[in-house]
């Protein structure tokens, strides 16, 4: 806990409260140092999986010869089949201590995949958003970090995760996704904070049909999501949100 002092009618009060921790881990692939991730101290292994699977360096549990995270030393060793492209250039994208990718889809690589599939229920939007809520509350015992879910069409809750980084959210969902065999093609998306073209393009990567969040999603984001085919939902609350991509792959009471 850390030390504080609230104000309150006029005075400053001295009391405590708990610090959102930030976790730099270096991400050594290869022998070779990649980036530095900074993110929230948990489960390592998911983010780095997932890191590394949205980049498309890997694809498959078996491409990774040796994941290992040291949470002592901040670094992540890994050893993957495939050859790390010489010529990398970091990307810098928005986000919560700025978010790192090596490449982002250009509107020429997107295709709908989803103009000829059943359009997706607000009502399962709805519940996964609840589930998400009622899962932030359980775990975050401070503010100051974002959450985010895939679930399937029925609403069903697939996978949580928490971070520092709102990006950091969708690469731990994919790597742990990849790790435990869940399959993202065609689930749905929900997220507490702001869409970025980062995760828009990461959530086409990884085959997700519908993102949701309680706030807005990016210009670019739009972009992504228009010539992705994916429902792209902003300002999500009790009973309302805003459609910013392919409402007619909504189902709604009153359609």
């Not at 001295?14 to 290869?30: H, I």
Request: aromatic share 6%; charged share 20%.
């Amino acid at each position: 806990m850390n030390q504080v002092h609230r104000y309150a009618d006029g005075e400053l009060i001295p009391g405590e409260a708990p610090l959102v921790q930030e976790f730099p881990l270096v991400l050594r692939v290869n022998d070779r140092e990649l980036v530095t991730l900074i993110a929230s101290p948990h489960d390592l292994r998911f983010l780095v999986a997932g890191f590394l699977r949205v980049q498309g360096f890997v694809a498959a549990p078996e491409d990774f010869l040796i994941l290992s995270v040291c949470n002592d030393y901040g670094i992540a060793n890994v050893r993957i089949r495939g050859e790390i492209p010489a010529d990398l250039k970091p990307v810098l994208t928005s986000g919560c201590g700025t978010g790192i990718t090596f490449s982002l889809p250009g509107a020429e690589t997107l295709e709908d995949r989803w103009s000829d599939s059943p359009p997706v229920s607000a009502a399962a939007v709805f519940e996964l958003m609840k589930r998400l809520a009622l899962l932030s509350e359980k775990y975050s015992k401070h503010g100051g970090v974002h959450s985010a879910a895939v679930g399937d069409c029925e609403g069903r809750l697939l996978l949580h995760a928490e971070d520092i980084g709102r990006h950091n959210t969708v690469d731990r969902l994919a790597g742990e996704a990849l790790l435990r065999g869940v399959p993202l093609e065609g689930t749905l998306l929900v997220s507490s904070g702001r869409v970025s073209a980062e995760m828009a393009a990461k959530a086409a990567t990884l085959g997700v049909r519908l993102i949701a969040s309680r706030t807005s999603p990016t210009d670019m984001a739009v972009t992504i999501c228009q010539k992705a085919g994916i429902v792209l939902i902003g300002y999500l609350k009790v009973g309302r949100f805003t459609v910013y991509a392919h409402p007619e792959q909504l189902l709604v009471p009153h359609a």
